[in-house]
């Protein structure tokens, strides 16, 4: 908070916080029935995140167009986030003061910057908010599945969808999860399939529990389809502001993860907006960054049986940045460092990375 805290004398930016805020009417009149239709209804400035919506106009109910209080409710939930990863880390590990170094972290890395003092950054500190009880959720459904305990985990993770619909990989974080350090794809404890009766010989129950994990989470993949298709439809403006070839794609993508790595390392020369190369990205710098993402997965699996956390990081990594990674480009960025779900080392480091 103290790192943070002087976000309360700053001012509305003239970047984004005009469509969010500043010059939206329908979001200064504070929460009202008709705001509560259109919060649901609009994908206004590309994006279909009514929950966000809403909160900027219980802002505005409060504060009006005092930029403190707006500031201030940034703050509050990267606050609460720090809260909330510290506890998660310290239930599913068990190691207290690694999970309190980790959370240190995640309070004061630079990468935060943008999304705690930038308004128009709501969606990444609030959809985090809902991302970190998600996980809370799933972690006590595991101890002891039932479907009282697997309503949470379905409405956080629908909350979340509708902050921000960067959440639509989390159900494959779940399955990470479920590796280490849950635990839940040991021989010792099998998941039951419905409607199914597994053999439980040796050679087929890891292949019935990795099927019965996957089962039980298609209610989530649902939700995460629904989103994406939302996303799609309010993105089609900006995904026709390039004409990238495939080729342009995937070497942009595989630069950014590499990108994304030095400035979680060192955080130096960061900016609101990175230009995209277009079609003349260099051939050496999408082979080189190939060569080491190529590099970093083998060692990982290659050491994966005696450091289950290794993969767990590093595919959670790969995986979380799938939708904002370019692949499907959307606006003119190469990347955006931003707020995101980013494990590091042996328990989990939330960085930058997300999506403009």
């Known amino acids: 908070m103290t790192a943070f805290w002087q976000v309360k ?42 929950l966000t919506w809403l909160s900027h106009m219980l802002d505005c109910q409060l504060y009006g167009l005092n930029p403190r209080g707006h500031h201030l409710t940034n703050l509050a939930l990267h606050a609460a986030n720090t809260v909330l990863l510290f506890l998660l880390l310290a239930r599913i590990t068990a190691a207290l003061w690694p999970s309190a170094f980790v959370a240190a972290l995640f309070a004061l890395h630079p990468l935060h910057v943008e999304s705690v003092a930038w308004v128009a950054e709501r969606k990444d500190v609030l959809s985090s908010f809902f991302f970190l009880t998600t996980l809370w959720a799933y972690a006590r459904y595991a101890a002891a599945p039932s479907l009282r305990r697997y309503l949470p985990v379905l409405f956080s993770f629908a909350l979340g969808l509708m902050a921000k619909p960067m959440l639509v990989t989390l159900p494959f974080v779940l399955l990470l999860l479920d590796y280490w350090p849950l635990g839940r794809m040991a021989p010792e404890t099998p998941i039951k399939m419905k409607g199914r009766k597994a053999k439980r010989s040796a050679d087929q129950r890891p292949k019935d529990q990795i099927l019965g994990l996957v089962w039980e989470k298609a209610p989530l993949f649902a939700l995460a389809a629904v989103s994406c298709v939302i996303t799609l439809v309010g993105q ?8 990238l070839t495939p080729w342009s794609r995937i070497g942009n993508a595989l630069v950014a993860y590499v990108s994304y790595l030095g400035k979680m390392v060192w955080p130096l020369n960061l900016a609101v907006f990175y230009p ?3 079609n003349s990205l260099p051939l050496y710098q999408a082979v080189g960054a190939s060569i080491l993402l190529l590099g970093v997965t083998y060692l990982v699996l290659k050491k994966a049986r005696r450091y289950p956390y290794l993969p767990v990081g590093w595919f959670w990594y790969l995986g979380i940045l799938v939708p904002v990674i370019g692949l499907v480009q959307v606006g003119d960025q190469a990347m955006a460092d931003r707020y995101t779900y980013i494990p590091y080392n042996r ?5 930058g990375l997300g999506s403009h």
């Open 276 to 278: 995209h190369p277009g």
């Open 236 to 243: 089609k403006v900006a995904m026709a502001s390039l004409e």
């Open 9 to 50: 004398d700053h001012e509305f930016l003239g970047y984004d916080d005009q469509d969010y805020v500043t010059n939206n009417f329908i979001i200064q009149r504070g929460l009202t029935l008709d705001g509560l239709r259109w919060a649901f209804t609009t994908i206004h400035f590309g994006n279909w995140h009514p």
């Open 347 to 351: 328990h989990f480091y939330y960085s």
